[in-house]
T-cell receptor, first 116, second 112 residues
Framework: KAGVTQTPRYLIKTRGQQVTLSCSPI?????VSWYQQTPGQGLQFLFE???????NKGNFPGRFSGRQFSNSRSEMNVSTLELGDSALYLC???????????????FGAGSRLTVL | GDSVTQMEGPVTLSEEAFLTINCTYT??????LFWYVQYPGEGLQLLLK?????DKGSNKGFEATYRKETTSFHLEKGSVQVSDSAVYFC???????????FGTGTSLTVIP
């Protein structure tokens, strides 16, 4: 079956712009989590969505937001981009909410954002 | 709070050498533990997992045992191959909670 699909794979923006990243989970998976990966900070949790509801949010400013649609596809948005937002943004899906058991996260290949 | 600490890299080994990557965790209750692997240009892939104390996860020759008494989940492989070159992440999912916690990753390079 198809894996987790993230688009776009690469993008370049300038400071102050905004960006929207998309994630299509594995068919049947209802939970989507987002992570930011940088060389200095490693993997940091952004948020999790389950059945169109945000279940948990990491320690990121309000410029980072997300949503989930009825087909479980998710988008995340970063407004007023800063140089420090340059990172690999990873999306992961799971069958049920992360809170409901020993779920396994299945990751997409990521969207690499460069802010100039 | 919950956290994972894993051994700093990078690690460079010759083919067929023995691999150990140390991972310790801090968590209350009974977390589930995972090892993920990231190959260049790709996302993370689940390598193995263990959901309770003394469980041993294994896959592709890699093993890790959930040791509650030492709060550890060290990754081992008896004979590494060049194709094992990647970044390895230890992770935990708390007993209750809505997120996974990842270590900082350990880069492994295996040379022929």
């Amino acid at each position: 079956k198809a894996g987790v699909t993230q688009t776009p794979r690469y993008l370049i923006k300038t400071r102050g712009q905004q960006v929207t990243l998309s994630c299509s989970p594995i068919s049947g998976h209802r939970s989507v989590s987002w992570y930011q990966q940088t060389p200095g900070q490693g993997l940091q949790f952004l948020f999790e969505y389950f059945s169109e509801t945000q279940r948990n949010k990491g320690n990121f400013p309000g410029r980072f937001s997300g949503r989930q649609f009825s087909n479980s596809r998710s988008e995340m948005n970063v407004s007023t981009l800063e140089l420090g937002d340059s990172a690999l943004y990873l999306c992961a899906s799971s069958f049920t909410s992360v809170s409901s058991g020993a779920n396994v996260l299945t990751f997409g290949a990521g969207s690499r954002l460069t802010v100039l | 709070g919950d956290s994972v600490t894993q051994m700093e890299g990078p690690v460079t080994l010759s083919e067929e050498a023995f691999l150990t990557i140390n991972c310790t965790y801090t968590a209350t209750g009974y977390p589930s533990l995972f090892w993920y692997v990231q190959y260049p240009g790709e996302g993370l892939q689940l390598l193995l997992k263990a959901t309770k104390a003394d469980d041993k996860g294994s896959n592709k020759g890699f093993e890790a045992t959930y040791r509650k008494e030492t709060t550890s989940f060290h990754l081992e492989k008896g004979s590494v191959q060049v194709s094992d070159s990647a970044v390895y992440f230890c992770a935990l999912r708390p007993w209750t909670g809505n997120q996974f916690y990842f270590g900082t990753g350990t880069s492994l390079t295996v040379i022929p």
